[in-house]
C-alpha cells in the first residue's frame, strides 16, 4: 500500500497567462476510503482549458488560491474498495484533480475498459472532449454530406474530432491553427480538406480560398475576433456552435473590451447555437458506441500531448494556456 500523494496545487491566485511559477507540489498521507468509498491510483491526468476558468472563479464555485489544487478528470485503478458497485482492478474515470490518488464516493464515476480504447483516450476523443465535439456535429451543427464545415483550435482534442465526425458524415472540412506544424496534422493525419494557419499574414485570403464558396457551419472553439473572421466566411442560413472562449481565458477583462458587430450574423441570417456539453450526458453511450468503434478502425485519429510525472503537471497547464500543446494534453503517471 503507498503512503505518500503528491499533488499540485496553486502558489498564489492566478493572474494572466499561468506560469510554471505558479504552481508547487506537495505530499501528503494516501487518503483511506471510509465506507461507501473506494481509492484511485490516477494513471492519467486530463488538462483541459476549462480549468483556468475554474482556477479563475468562473466556471464553477469560487476561485482558487494558495495551497488550493485544480479540479481535472482522471482515468485510474481502484487499488482498495469500501465501496458495493466498484471493485479492486476496475479502471474509472472521475474528477480526481491534480493528484496521484484520491478517494472517491462514486459520484460521476464510470467504468472504462481498456479492451474498447486504450485508457487515456477516455479522457480525450472518447472522453469530455469528444463528447463535445460529437454533440456539436452530430446534434446542433447537424452536419450533412456535401456541407462545408469550418472549425477552430482545430488541432485540438475537440476541434480534431469535431472535423473528423464531420468528414465521416461526409462533409468537407477547413481547419484554422495556430502553426503549420498543427495544420500539416490537421490535414495529414486528420484528413481535413485545408487548415489554415492564422499566425500567417495573408490568413484572411488564405481562410477566403480556403472556404471557397462558404461555410454552412462554423464550430467556434475560440471566440474574439476568430468568430468575427468565420462569420465573415460563413453562408447565409449558416449555422455557428459557440463552444469556447480560449481567447478570454486567461484575459477576463478582454469579455468586456471585445466588442462584436451584431450586425454581421444580422447580415448572415446565422443561426448561433451554445453548447454545454454537460447537456449531453445523458447521449454519452450512444457517443461513445458510434465513435469507439471508428477510433479502433483508425478512422478518427488523435494525438496526444504527454508530459510524465506528477511535478510536470503546473508547467504542462501553463504551456496548454500558452496555446504550444498539440493534442490532447495530458499528465501520465507511473508506467504506462
Ligand atoms: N462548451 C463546452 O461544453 C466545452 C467543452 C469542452 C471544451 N470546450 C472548449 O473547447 C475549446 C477547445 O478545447 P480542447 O480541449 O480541444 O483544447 P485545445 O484545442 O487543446 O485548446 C488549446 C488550443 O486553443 C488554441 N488557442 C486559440 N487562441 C488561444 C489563446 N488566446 N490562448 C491559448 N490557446 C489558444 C490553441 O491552438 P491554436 O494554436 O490552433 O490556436 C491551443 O492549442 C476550448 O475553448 C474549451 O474551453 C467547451
Redesign the pocket.
Known sequence: MPDRNHRVVLCRAIEG?PQPEDFRMTEAAVPEPAAGEFLVRHRYISL???Q??AIAGRYDGAPLGAGDMPPAETVGEVIRSRHAGFREGDWVRHIGGWQEYSVCDGERTFVVDARRAPLSAYL?VLG??G???W?SAVKLADVQAGQTALV??????????FGQIAIQRGARVV?????EE?CRLVTEEFGFSACVN??RPTYLQDLQRAVGEGADCYHD????Q?LVDALGVLKPYGTVV??????????PDAERQFSFNLGLPIMKRAVMK??????FEPQRQQFFDELAPLVAAGRIRFRE?RVTGIERTGEHFAR??????????LVVLGED
Open positions: 497567462v483541459d482549458p476549462y483556468r476558468p480525450g469530455m472532449p463528447l463535445t465535439a454533440a477552430s483550435a482545430a488541432a485540438g482534442p475537440v476541434g480534431a474530432t481547419g484554422i491553427a495556430g502553426s498543427k492564422y499566425k472553439n475560440v471566440g474574439g476568430m459557440l463552444c469556447g472562449l480560449i481567447t478570454q481565458y486567461n484575459t451554445g453548447l454545454v456539453v454537460y447537456d500531448d496548454l494556456m500558452r496555446g504550444e500543446n498539440v493534442g490532447k494534453a
